[in-house]
């Protein structure tokens, strides 16, 4: 069984950075793509960040250029790297990885201060 774990959130300042983990327990799967998704209360999941096993990315428009993403594909691991955070990057950000089905991780939070 699948279990996409997060790691990495917390606190932060306006301006400030965090970097997100999400490592996949058990076998090695070669997910075909695997990203990162945020959702705040009374909002739609939403798209921050996608990769696929050949490194090819797209962003939400709302992070472009102050967010990262990377995966290592040898340990099915990927990242985020998050830059001149705003509050409204407050939210709670999700895993995600895809191969043959969805699989999502149980989420971690991330709050801006301003």
């Known amino acids: 069984q699948v279990q996409l774990v997060e790691s990495g959130g917390g606190l932060v300042q306006a301006g400030g950075s965090l970097r997100l983990s999400c490592a996949a327990s058990?076998?090695?799967?070669?997910?075909?793509?695997m990203g990162w998704y945020r959702q705040s209360p009374g909002k739609q999941r939403e798209l921050v960040a996608r990769i696929t096993s050949g490194g090819s990315t797209n962003y939400g428009d709302s992070v472009k250029g102050r967010f990262t993403i990377s995966r290592n594909n040898t340990n099915d691991t990927v990242y985020l790297q998050m830059n001149s955070l705003k509050p409204e990057d407050t939210s709670v950000y999700y895993c995600?990885?895809?191969?043959?089905?969805?699989?999502w991780g149980q989420g971690t939070q991330v709050t801006v201060s301003s």
């Open positions: 058990g076998s090695i799967f070669r997910f075909n793509a």
């Open positions: 995600r990885a895809d191969k043959g089905r969805i699989y």
